[in-house]
């Protein structure tokens, strides 16, 4: 009887535990921080490029489809990436079960709003509406 589990066959093979879950938002967090370090280099250079130059020539490169996308995927990783970390600091640190689920509601909302003004500002820039 030593050293055997109580685990089911299928939970071995599915290799979740309790929560049920697995590991998908370690990965998510893992997946979006590799992500970022080409993605912030390339939106640093970016950022360098438009620097001190006139509104017409930051829409032009802006309106540059690869700068866009660049932009766009920078922005998202980011906020999904600052999302799932403000929510592991939240469930591991916060307590009250009413201050968790609204801290935790805010936390989506505000990356949410974060992420579709950014978005709307390149979309802007880049259709040149």
């Not at 089911?8 to 590799?34: V, Y």
């Not at 592991?88 to 989506?108: C, F, Q, R, W």
Request: proline share 3%.
């Amino acid at each position: 009887m030593k050293g055997e589990s109580i685990r089911t066959p299928l939970a071995k093979a599915r290799g979740l535990g309790a929560a049920k879950s697995g590991t998908d938002h370690w990965w998510e967090q893992r997946l979006t921080s590799i992500a970022l370090v080409p993605l912030t280099f390339a939106a640093v250079v970016i950022v360098i490029a438009v620097v001190g130059r006139n509104h017409a020539a930051v829409a032009q490169i802006l309106g540059s489809p690869l700068v866009a996308i660049i932009m766009l995927l920078f922005i998202f990783s980011t906020t999904f990436h600052m999302k799932l970390g403000a929510q592991s600091v939240i469930e591991d640190y916060i307590h009250s079960k009413p201050l968790k689920t609204a801290m935790l509601i805010g936390n989506s909302f505000l990356c949410i709003v974060l992420w579709l003004a950014c978005t709307f500002a390149i979309l802007k820039l880049s259709f040149g509406v």
